[in-house]
Structure formats: structure tokens, C-alpha cells
């Protein structure tokens, strides 16, 4: 099955440690996104990517980094600059050039919490 | 921020028609309406959009006013799995889709 996985479902460290989150789709999408979300919020856009190698960042992109050497894969870094990173962390993927170009595929995410 | 506007809540019986209404009044020509769905502890799920037409697809309706400033998402039938936060979203050709905080509605049994 095609779909955009992100581990793990839960995480817990220590303040001031930095933490990698997982997100890897095999559906061959050319963008990726990272999203935050806080409770009873919506969801705000921490970074995203078009394309290998390329990648912008979001609305609230301080304190965290990201990379995309591979197509299939868009891990995001909290580091310990981000002030308050307990949150839920989701994943999203997009077909560029499709007729439904627009429509994002969101994983499961993971919630993050810092002790 | 969010270029929608959405009741912060809304009930519905089972088995019911639902109409979640959803403004828009800043629209422009080329923006998509977009709505999705997130149940509980879970990803977005995409649900519909549509530009200009009323569209219909196998999970709901989307109904756009002649003017596009607003439009109402129908749930045919609701079911107790219908009960999820839905969010209105317009989108032109930036990359960003923007979530305001949605419509959480609740089904009855």
C-alpha cells in the first residue's frame, strides 16, 4: 500500500536534547511538508520541500532544521533552540503536476514530548 | 492566518444529512476550496474541493455559492466515524495550505 509513514507514534526527551522525527512516503511525491499542531489548534507549517535537495522554510521555522537527500524521505530536527517543542508533529506529501496538484496526504504523526 | 471562516462546532444526529458551512468572502478567481478532516490523534484526511462547480464524491458533496464566498460540505448520512474537526481551506498557487482551527462536529447516536 501507498502512504506517507512517520515514527515513532510517540516520543519523549529531555529538555534541551535534540530529536530527529521520521517521515517517508512511497507514493513518488515531489514536495513534503512539516506541520505543527498544538492543542485545539489548527496546523501551522514549520518547513517544506519541492524537490531533492531544496527546501523553504514555513511560518514557524525557528529551531528546527530539515533535510531531503531523497526523494521518499523528510525527517525534521528538534533542537533545543525551539522553545517549546511539546507538540504533535505531522508529515504531508504532495504530487506535483497532478490534476490534483493541491491535495496533501498527511501520515499519521507523531506527538512529541519534551520532560 | 486562515482565509476562512467556520462555526467552531456542530452536532449532528446519525444517519442525518450535515451541512458545514464554511466563508470565504476573500476568495480570489483561481482559489481552490479544499476542505479535509482529522479524527482524533490522526493526519488530515483529504475529503473534497472543487473550484467552481458543485462537486460529489464517494465521502461527501461540495456545494459553492454562484458568487464564491461561501460553501457548505455535505455529509450525506452522518456516522459516528464522521465525528472529526473539518477545515475549510482556499488555496491559489501557493504552496501553503493554511488550517485555521475548523468545525469540530459531533455525531449522535
Known amino acids: 500500500d501507498g502512504g506517507i509513514t512517520q515514527s515513532p507514534k510517540y516520543l519523549f526527551r529531555k529538555e534541551g536534547q535534540n530529536v530527529t522525527l521520521s517521515c517517508e512516503q512511497n507514493l513518488n511525491h515531489d514536495a513534503m511538508y512539516w506541520y505543527r499542531q498544538d492543542p485545539g489548534q489548527g496546523l501551522r507549517l514549520i518547513y517544506y520541500s519541492q524537490i531533492v535537495n531544496d527546501f523553504q522554510k514555513g511560518d514557524i521555522a525557528e529551531g528546527y532544521s530539515v533535510s531531503r537527500e531523497k526523494k521518499e524521505s523528510f525527517p525534521l530536527t528538534v533542537t533545543s533552540a525551539q522553545k517549546n517543542p511539546t507538540a504533535f508533529y505531522l508529515c504531508?506529501?504532495?504530487?506535483?503536476?497532478?490534476?490534483?496538484?493541491?491535495?496533501?496526504?498527511f501520515g499519521p504523526g507523531t506527538r512529541l514530548t519534551v520532560l | 492566518d486562515a482565509k476562512t471562516t467556520q462555526p467552531n462546532s456542530m452536532e449532528s444526529n446519525e444517519e442525518e444529512p450535515v451541512h458545514l458551512p464554511c466563508n470565504h468572502s476573500?476568495?480570489?478567481?483561481?482559489?481552490?476550496i479544499h476542505w479535509y478532516r482529522q479524527l482524533p490523534s490522526q493526519g488530515p484526511e483529504y475529503v473534497i474541493h472543487g473550484l467552481t462547480s458543485n462537486v460529489n464524491n464517494r465521502m461527501a458533496s461540495l456545494a459553492i455559492a454562484e458568487d464564491r464566498k461561501s460553501s457548505t460540505l455535505i455529509l450525506h448520512r452522518a456516522t459516528l466515524r464522521d465525528a472529526a474537526v473539518y477545515y475549510c481551506i482556499t488555496q491559489g498557487g501557493s504552496e501553503k495550505l493554511v488550517f485555521g482551527k475548523g468545525t469540530k462536529l459531533t455525531v449522535n447516536p
Open positions: 476573500t476568495i480570489s478567481g483561481t482559489d481552490y
Open positions: 504531508a506529501s504532495r504530487e506535483a503536476g497532478a490534476m490534483d496538484a493541491d491535495t496533501q496526504y
